[in-house]
């Protein structure tokens, strides 16, 4: 596989309590092995606390609240899964807003499993290739979304995968994209 470098770029992990702890480990590592420092940002300050499945994970500290970012000061976007933490993002309008910012400004967003429902919150699907955790698909269609189902699918700067299972394939297109940078088609 090609190696990205990712020196000198910036991104943003935008996640809540119930995330599905190995899709934001994991991206996370790969992420950073490639040279980006990275922000988890969430709603609140303090930490937040992952899920292995059902179990309870482990707890992150956050680095910023969502109120005190905006998109322009980050390089890409990530969107781990999990079922709790996309639902609560996507009744936040400050958290759907900073997704939508991301898109509009051109920048790369990469999402698995239950992420999307956040892009779907944000507007952001209608008439793009995508895949997630099953359950979503008839939401992504809804959305005007085209839901397919495979490991990895890339449409200028969004990246997504299905589950935990497609992990490798998702971290390696997800910083490949965020080397790319903007991606004109890459937006709302």
Same mark, same amino acid.
């Given at each position: 596989?090609?190696?990205?470098? +990712?020196?000198?770029?910036?991104?943003?992990?935008?996640?809540?309590?119930?995330?599905?702890?190995?899709?934001?480990?994991?991206?996370?590592?790969?992420?950073?092995?490639?040279?980006?420092?990275?922000? +988890?940002?969430?709603?609140?300050?303090?930490?937040?606390?992952?899920?292995?499945?059902?179990?309870?994970?482990?707890?992150?500290?956050?680095?910023?609240?969502?109120?005190?970012?905006?998109?322009?000061?980050?390089?890409?976007?990530?969107?781990?899964?999990?079922?709790?933490?996309?639902?609560?993002?996507?009744?936040?309008?400050?958290?759907?807003?900073?997704?939508?910012?991301?898109?509009?400004?051109?920048?790369? $967003?990469?999402?698995?499993?239950?992420?999307?429902?956040?892009?779907?919150?944000?507007?952001?699907?209608?008439?793009?290739?995508?895949?997630?955790?099953?359950?979503?698909?008839?939401?992504?269609?809804?959305?005007?979304?085209?839901?397919?189902?495979?490991?990895? $699918?890339?449409?200028?700067?969004?990246?997504?995968?299905?589950?935990?299972?497609?992990?490798?394939?998702?971290?390696?297109?997800?910083?490949?994209?965020?080397?790319?940078?903007?991606?004109?088609?890459?937006?709302?």
């Amino acid at each position: 596989m090609k190696q990205y470098d +990712l020196t000198n770029k910036k991104i943003a992990i935008l996640a809540t309590d119930g995330f599905e702890q190995i899709e934001l480990t994991k991206p996370r590592a790969a992420i950073e092995e490639a040279g980006a420092s990275i922000d +988890l940002v969430s709603l609140e300050k303090g930490s937040i606390r992952g899920f292995n499945h059902t179990e309870p994970g482990d707890e992150f500290p956050v680095d910023r609240t969502v109120d005190e970012v905006q998109a322009k000061d980050y390089d890409g976007l990530l969107l781990p899964g999990g079922v709790h933490n996309p639902d609560t993002l996507r009744v936040n309008e400050q958290a759907v807003q900073f997704v939508r910012d991301f898109f509009s400004q051109h920048k790369p $967003v990469a999402a698995i499993c239950h992420g999307p429902w956040t892009l779907i919150e944000a507007d952001v699907v209608r008439g793009r290739k995508l895949t997630s955790w099953p359950s979503l698909k008839t939401d992504i269609k809804n959305a005007g979304g085209n839901w397919v189902d495979e490991e990895v $699918v890339v449409d200028n700067g969004l990246t997504t995968s299905r589950k935990p299972d497609d992990l490798q394939a998702f971290c390696d297109k997800a910083v490949e994209e965020f080397a790319e940078g903007k991606h004109e088609k890459q937006t709302v």
